[in-house]
């Protein structure tokens, strides 16, 4: 690691369009760096690290939530929108956090959560010390149950993370909670609860922050009359803007008030939506310059590592951006779901690979059921390949480092809902949850939880972590870390407009190669034959490449490569 902060070559580029195609991080504070050695994650470790993140070469952070929390969902369970948890630090931390990434022209994004706060939350706890049909009430979900005495829930709805969506408070009456119980949902009908929120986005933009991530974006209007439809009845319904719960038109009102609070600021603040809807058009609405302005994009990260399937997707969202004005979005990993480098490594099956992942985990994450080094050849041939797309890379933090998922972690320490609610039993794919891709990171190879603090770290780190760490990383042709750091170096000095132009001839069920204005060639070889590359001068490769008897460039599989070729 270089001592004297380094600034990110996007430094310059401070103009309202910084968003479109940027390398945004995502750390997740808690376990990204611990600067008092009680194990958990703050804003002094994140301080701490920004040379590391000006070295690694992003364009922006986005912080998942930090602020006051019991976390009871990691932190998307939010007391208080407008401070931060004192285990994760202070405001004035926050500030000089913000400070010290500016200071190396690296942008905040931070999480915001508004389908939901806690049940801590004052507005929570004013609306239990209510009567029923109070005013306190109405800013949340408050039914009666069904039954004689009220004693089954209004409907009976399952909540994301399982069991039920409804739970009962001291006086009879039924709350409802689309994830964990701790966790109730707003009435987004209510005044008061927009004028809140618009004063949390101007709390945090007048503060410096640049822009927003939108937590189930989808889920904030709710259409619920007297009478609640079953979830069978749910089910039947399209989810075309009219579903009672989900991705319903009128929530675009809720955005054009926030954009029009954006707008003010200079650069526009900005917001990414995290939306799960049927298909792509409908995410277009959230990434729609009047609205939010960008829409995640999970595609990739459900996909097998597959050449048709992945140029496919590209198409797919390249068309869709070109008609909401709004750039395209990739992910392979977040903290909700397993790495990449361990959902690639798994053998081929058919579905979602993401959920394939998940079934590893739940099956304890046998040695015998992957190839580690297959799949972290591959992590890194996507992430080059994802570098390459016009459009913005949301990358995860740690798998810069190559890190993979981590299964082995005892029951009794496991802290995601979507574990605790449910039992063996009813625990399927998604069963085991999302700790291990939150394990705290690995800065050294050994020493007190391998440089994450002084102290332990709030999830267990294995043993393999030592091998993973930027201490050994750091420096080492090769690596992971120097494959990212040259990768981001790269794109910022070679990126231009968002288009791309396959090279059809390079191309085939195996092999994807596309060419970005200016010369830049990227050829991705998911298959497992070798394949011979055009000339051109050789910028960087994911892996090792082979030589032809002509001395022509070779690409071994699950390898990418960019090339800078002459313009025609
Ligand atoms: C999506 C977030 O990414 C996830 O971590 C969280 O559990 C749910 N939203 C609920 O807030
Ligand atoms: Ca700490």
Redo the contacts with the bound molecule.
Sequence with gaps: MTAAPLTSPSATRSDADWWRQAAVYQIYPRSFADGNGDGIGDLAGIISRVPYLAELGVDAVWL?PFYPSALA??G??VDDYRDVDPTIGTLEEFDEMVAALHGVGIKLIVDV?P??SSDRHVWFQEALASPKGSDARERYIFRDGRGEQGEEPPADWTS??SGPAWTRVPDGQWYLHS?ATE?PDFNWRHPEVHEDFLHTLRFWSDRGVDGFRI??AHGLSKDLGEVLPSTAELRAMPKDGTHPLWDRDDVHEIYAEWRELFDQYEPPRIAVA?AWVETPERRARYASPEGLGQAFNFDLMEADFDAVHFRDIVTDNLAQSAVTGSSTTWVFS???GVRHATRYGLPPRAGRAVKQGAEWVAAGGPEGGIDRELGLRRARAATMFELALPGSAYLYQGEELGLHEVAEIPDEERQD??FLRTTAADRGFDGLG?DGCRVPLPWTRSGSSFGFGEGGGHLPQPAWFADFSVEVEDGTAGSTLEMYREALRLRTELQGEETLEWDEALSSDDVLAFERPGGWLSVTNFGAEPVTLPAGELLLASGELAAAADGSAVLPGATTAWLRQSAA
């Design positions: 998942s969902d990691g998307y369970d959560v389908n939901h994301i993370f994830f966790q937590d189930v995290e977040n903290h909700d809902p979507a999302r």
